[in-house]
């Protein structure tokens, strides 16, 4: 006769060890996140320097490149910031303002991604206008 409360324990020992797991995965999830965070910048402080140690640093697709490097950082941040304060979040408002803000990141981080690309063809056709064409 004590089948149900035997099998209603086993439950919540389930649920608690699925949501144990579940918890472990997001804080996983957020380092990677940070790693990105911390890659962004390393890539951003380099770029940076690069452009400005550059004698040709007036050229369109360079600076294309590394404003995209920028948005692309800052959307990293925002994203990173905002699952680091969804994780343990019980206050549902709170947990969906911090997931707008999470997809306002990626927004950012693709757009950034794409100035990028834009920057790297104009880079591209620049080298390539550089390189005298011999003609058979």
Request: glycine share 8%.
């Amino acid at each position: 006769m004590d089948y149900p409360k035997q099998k209603n324990h086993n439950q919540k020992n389930s649920s608690n060890k699925k949501s144990n797991k579940i918890l472990e995965l997001e804080k996983e999830v957020l380092l990677g996140l940070w790693i990105q965070v911390l890659g962004q910048i390393l890539e951003l402080k380099a770029l940076s320097s690069l452009f400005k140690l550059e004698e040709d640093a007036n050229r369109i697709g360079e600076q294309q490149i590394l404003t995209g490097v920028w948005i692309r950082t800052i959307g990293q941040i925002l994203e990173a910031v905002s699952v680091t304060r969804q994780i343990g979040e019980t206050d549902l408002l709170k947990l969906l303002q911090e997931q707008k803000l999470a997809i306002t990141g990626d927004l950012l981080v693709s757009i950034g991604s794409a100035y990028e690309v834009i920057g790297g063809i104009h880079v591209l056709e620049e080298e390539t206008l550089k390189i005298p064409r011999i003609v058979p």
